[in-house]
């Protein structure tokens, strides 16, 4: 039993450095992030909200909250890859919302 | 608010699946689809009359102040004064006075500008592309040595509020030459005013169809027919006066969509798509709105 919790011990101790973000990955979310909502902007599909979840990951990283960077950073991509599965989906069904 | 955006994108992801579900459901009813305008007018036209029947035709263009009593009592009162006075005494200043080359805005227009605008936006041969009256007026000046004015708002909505004025009473008049490129600005003017968009998945359409005469917060929806015939407007709401395209930049923001550049194409190509849908609906601005 002592030894299972030494154990468990251990490993979360191994595991720490795994589990706290470091400023790069916070940039390298940011800049995934980034990317992908200049592709959304080109396709005139953006979001409001894309920008603001960015602009709280650009605030978290300048305050070295990296953990919070990468929320950010990781919603925003995630919106922006939905903004754009929007609009493509809309080329292919605004002719249904048509009142005729 | 990363809380509540999950949330919406949960709405969202619905809303899209049962799109798709709908897309399933009504067999591609075929892209190859005729493009007629003159169809699709006397269509949107039809439904707004059935849906307002007291609203006279002439009346579409007051917007909020035509389908709802309440909000025209308001109007009336407001009116005694028009907030828009300032800008109209703008407008004329402006208007009078020669570039820097001696040549007027009035050399730019037909008829000197006099009871032109239910013509606007029109379709121009040489760019194959939609102008607005606000590109119109910018193109004169860049054409005449100026240098282009902010399309949204200040002397631009100024000088269209003068050219609104002259046309008071004269019904939209919107041309769509029979060049296959108009037909295809004027299809994908149509395409963006149905499409969903932003965060909020609604489309122009979503708010301005069905709904018109409805409260969305503080405001009364105004119809699609008839959406451009006051413009420009002076709104309380911004304390200035604004232009079509402020008003429908405003309109992409409340969907949370990220606003297209002021003269992007599709906001030229919808303007048209509206304004087509308005022919015979007289022009009542300039406007004024809460």
Redesign the interface.
Known sequence: MIRAIFFAAGLAILSLPALAATQAEAEAAIAAAQAAESAA?AA??????????LT?ARKALADGKWDEAI??AN?AL??AK??V???N???????????? | ??KS??R??FA??RN?AC??L??AA?PA?A?D?KIDPEADRR??QA?FFAKFPNVAKDDFGNGPYAVNAEMRKQWKEIMEFPPYELALDEGHAEWEKPFANGKHYADCFDNKGEGVRQTYPRFIAETGQVETLEGAINRCRVENGEKPLDPMTGVMASLAAVMSESSRGKPFAIAIPDDPRALAAYERG??FF??????L?V?C?SCH?SPAGERMRGDILAPALGILAAMPIYRSDWGSMGTSIRRISTCS?QT???P?KPD?E?YRNVEYFLSYMSNGIPIVGPGTRP
Do not use: P
């Open positions: 902007v005139k599909a953006a979001w409001t909200t894309t920008e603001t979840a709280q929320a950010a919603e995630a919106q939905l903004s599965e929007q609009a989906e809309q080329k292919a069904s605004w002719r249904n919302a048509v009142f005729r | 608010m990363i955006s999950l919406d994108r969202l992801a899209v799109a798709l709908l897309l009504a009813k892209a689809e269509a949107l439904f149509k395409e149905y499409s969903r968009k932003g965060q998945g489309s359409a169809m923001s949370r969509a990220v297209l992007d599709d």
